[in-house]
Every structure is written in C-alpha cells, then in structure tokens.
C-alpha cells in the first residue's frame, strides 16, 4: 500500500482532476483513490468517446507525472510493448571484435561468450513503453490504450507487470519497478478481457454522460458558450445517442460542435443549423441521414428532453 499518496481521500481526487478540466464523478474518484492506495492498475471500459483516454491524461497532469503511453493494435507484439535487442548494433560490435581480433568460429569459446555477455547488456537495450514505465525514476501514469484490440497472447505479456510491476528479461533476469506507475488500462468492448488480466485491475465503466454532467463539461471547456445554447446542444446530443446509430458522438465530438457553434455566431439552435452541421457530430453518411430525417420529425425544435 502507498504510504506517501498524493491523495488524502476520492473528494481531493475530484478537486484534483477538476483543477485540470476533468470533472469526476464520485465513483471516478473513488476507483482513482483506491487504484493509488492499493497500487492497483485501473481497467477503464465504455463506448468510444467517453473520457477514457482522457483520464489518464488528466491524472498525468493532475500529478505532475510524466504521461507514458502503449497505443494497443492488432499485431503487436513483446518488441513493441516491453522491449527489444537492437540488432543492428549488435551486429557491428560483433563485426568490430572479429576484425580487431580475427576471430574465427573455432577460437575459443570463452571469448565469443564474453561478446555475447557484451551484446546483451543495457547499452544494447532499447526500451518500449511498458519496461520505460517499469524502470522510470520520475513519477508516470502508464496508459495501455484500447489494450481489447490485441491478441491474447500479446495481453499475456502484461500480466507479470500488472501483478508484480516486474519485467523478466531472459538476458539480464528480472527488472523491477524503482517506483510504482499509475496504470491506466482503456477497452473499447470489442473483445471481452482475459480473466487473468480483469483479476489485476480494478473496475471501472465509463458511459456517456448524463445530460447535467455533459451540459456542466460543455460550459468548463467552452467558457464562450451561453447557458442556454449549452443545454440545447447536450439536448441534441442525448437525442443522437438515443438513435441506432453505427457511432454516437463521443464526448469530444460534443466539444467540437459547441465549439464550431461559438464559431459561427449561433445563438440558439434550429433545424436548419443542427443539420448542417451534423457532420461534426457523425462520420457516417447513414448516420447523418438519419439523424436529419430526426431532426425533420422534430421539426421546428430539434431537441428534447
């Protein structure tokens, strides 16, 4: 258990992450808090666009901790995610000590042992991110990013980090952590986790917001916004995502609308304006024809409670 948090309770989390534009729930807070006491990794699910990621980078802020981050894709692998041997460098060290010495297959075996022993040492290493966050002495946050996108095989490598916050390195034995990361695990749901790997976390699912919290998010990163156009934009919002839509807006995408609407001099909403610009809200061509055909049934007012 940490013994020097930089949290006293979940409300100094909520002030915390508050005081860089994140506004927290009390569960948000209360998981961020454990997650730090217990040094336990956070497994952070939910829809696209929900304040995943951002939490992450937040926390970084917020604790003045340097951000690093794994972005997870199909295909990756240990070279990528924990560490690699560079090859090319070692091939030249190698080239360097034959030539220097004339070395021959048959030379004595004790001389090609003493290079091999050079070759796998820390100046040959090259770091990615998880054994950078392992070994960094400055406080970080690790953030594993849509961590459901790789192979098991590939989310088995995390297990002994998210355990033991250790690496094994066959070459050079064990590396441990000089210092606790705050981890920060996002999944999109589009494959369900491992047992194993849910077990070392804790929980977290993050929805859209309510309307209150959208509308008091909207108005903390869109200072120019009026009041009264903020409640008809998360109006629209909760309208869109109430449609069967292949992606809703994300909470970043709401952001942008409030944003181009600031942009454009929009005081108050009509149907005309809210189609127009759907297409900062949808990347979908059936989405936006959807969502106008809405917006036409609704007609003259474009949202709803």
């Known amino acids: ?10 409300a100094n989390v909520k002030e915390a992450l508050s ?4 506004l927290a729930d009390d569960e948000i807070a209360t998981v ?13 699910e939910g829809p696209a666009g929900t304040g995943k990621t951002e939490l992450a980078k ?3 802020t917020a604790l003045s901790s340097r951000l690093i981050r794994l ?21 030249l060290r190698i080239q360097v000590e034959r030539n220097e010495k004339e070395l021959t297959i048959a030379d004595d075996a004790s001389n090609w042992r003493r290079i091999e022993d050079d070759i796998f040492s820390e100046e040959f290493l090259l770091e990615r991110p998880v054994l950078e966050a392992i070994r960094a002495k400055d406080p970080v946050v690790l953030l594993i990013d849509e961590v ?11 297990l002994e980090v998210l355990s033991e916050y ?7 034995g064990t590396v441990r952590a000089t210092q606790i990361p705050l981890v920060i695990l996002t999944s999109n749901g589009t494959r369900e986790l491992s047992e194993a790997l849910k077990r070392r976390c804790l929980y977290l699912y993050l929805d859209y917001p309510s309307q209150e919290r959208e509308r008091e998010i909207v108005l903390t990163k869109v200072p120019e916004i009026g009041e009264h156009l903020a409640d008809e934009v998360v109006r629209v919002i909760s309208m869109l995502r109430s449609l069967d839509l292949q992606k809703h807006p994300s909470i970043s995408e709401t952001l942008d609308w409030a944003r181009t609407l600031v942009v454009l001099g929009v005081e ?13 809200l949808l990347k979908y061509r059936d989405d936006i024809d959807k969502a106008q055909r809405e917006i036409a049934r609704v007609s003259p007012a474009p949202v709803i409670n």
Request: with cysteine; aromatic share 8%; proline share 4%.
């Open 268 to 280: 108050h909403l009509d149907a005309s304006t809210t189609a127009t610009t759907l297409n900062i």
């Open 19 to 22: 005081g860089v534009g994140y």
């Open 32 to 44: 961020v808090y454990l997650a730090e006491r217990l040094q336990k990794p956070i497994l952070v």
């Open 166 to 172: 250790q690496v094994s390195i066959a070459e050079l």
């Open 1 to 10: 258990m940490s013994e020097n948090s930089p949290f006293n309770d979940p």
């Open 58 to 60: 937040s926390l970084a």
């Open 71 to 91: 972005q997870c894709y199909e295909g990756l692998d240990e070279s990528k995610v924990l560490y690699e041997w560079n090859y090319r460098k070692q091939l």
């Open 148 to 158: 459901d996108r790789v192979e098991v095989e590939t989310e088995a490598l995390l």
